[in-house]
């Protein structure tokens, strides 16, 4: 039966093409920094006229391709803690937004400063599992 699909193996093709799309690979970036006491002794206003002025500019220029969330967590760490949590498909659009971020005011005046960053893939296993073990049907 050379050259004949079954209906088996149609469907199989089909969920695997499907799969693939659907494993679209999701980045979770951690960002950790530390606000400098040039940064702290600004007025509570006058630290929002900034980040409204430089930082919420710039994260409306990348909005189609990142989402990006600030967290404090100075009352949960014995040291100065503040993190971004940023997600994206598009590494690149990151990438260009990390440049933008470091030449911004914020860093390059030296406000803030980036101590750590982490990437992660959502799921990242399961387009491994598909890529590299094919349906998951193998043991291995």
């Not at 193996?9 to 006491?37: A, H």
């Not at 260009?96 to 911004?104: A, G, M, N, T």
Request: aromatic share 14%.
């Amino acid at each position: 039966m050379h050259g004949r699909r079954t209906i088996t193996d149609t469907n199989r093709t089909i969920l695997n093409s499907q799969s693939r799309e659907e494993l679209t690979m999701k980045y979770g970036i951690f960002i950790g920094y530390t606000f400098t006491p040039a940064w702290l002794q600004k007025s509570g206003k006058e630290r929002e006229q900034f980040q409204q002025e430089h930082i919420a500019p710039l994260i409306a220029k990348y909005a189609d391709r990142l989402t990006v969330q600030h967290y404090d967590a100075e009352a949960f760490s014995a040291r100065p803690a503040d993190f971004a949590f940023v997600t994206t498909e598009d590494l690149r659009a990151y990438y260009f937004f990390v440049e933008e971020l470091r030449d911004s005011p914020l860093f390059a005046e030296g406000y803030a400063q980036i101590n750590v960053i982490h990437v992660g893939m959502a799921d990242g296993y399961r387009q491994f599992e598909e890529e590299v073990h094919g349906d998951g049907d193998d043991a291995h």
